[in-house]
């Protein structure tokens, strides 16, 4: 009977022959459910890459955002100095303003401080008369007042009338315009001494009396 060899399997035998079966598995995935290199290569230019700038370098909209942000701040720098530059003028102007009132002020202060003087005589007292007669609206020229004070006093501011009518009744009359007391105290002018033989108080009531009953100084030719 022939002898039958029988096949011992060792350790190396099992080790070489998983190497083989794994081997065969990969070339088997290989060849059936690996992705090839075209599919590869197509699902890398599918997807859209941006540009990314360098360290320090930058890009295009980043210039163009410091572009804008330079623009806006130039534009406020220029909107805050042309308001600072009329507020300046506002306030050059004001000061001006002030300036020229303060300068009028004081003209008038000088003005009002320093009254018009005139003579201590007759031509001095019609003409002192005549400018607050203008300022009180009481008609009458120099000429109607001289001609009336001549014909009444012949100028003097201290002539009493002692015997007409007024005088037997107690009330004579008295200075340049020969008026009674009554009608002194009745027309007195304001900002006249209240004295009926002060020449300018006289003068000045006899001339709003007249204006009252005649319509002026200057219409009266005798005794009135």
Known sequence: MPRISTLRITRSHKIATAVLVAAGSVSAIAATGGPSEAQTTATRSSISVEPVAAAGIPT????????????????????????????????????????????????????????????????GWIRESLDIMKKKNIPGSYEGLHRNIMRESSGNPNAVNDWDINAQNGIPSKGLLQVIQPTFDAYHVKGTPKKLTDPVANITAAANYAADRYGSIDNVDSAY
């Open 60 to 123: 295009a909209k980043d210039a163009a955002a410091k572009k804008a942000a330079e623009e806006t701040a130039a534009k406020e720098a220029a909107a805050k100095k042309a308001v600072a530059a009329r507020k300046a003028t506002a306030e050059k102007d004001a000061a001006e303003a002030r300036s020229e009132k303060q300068a009028a002020n004081r003209s008038t202060e000088r003005k009002a401080v320093t009254p018009k003087k005139f003579a201590n005589n007759l031509d």
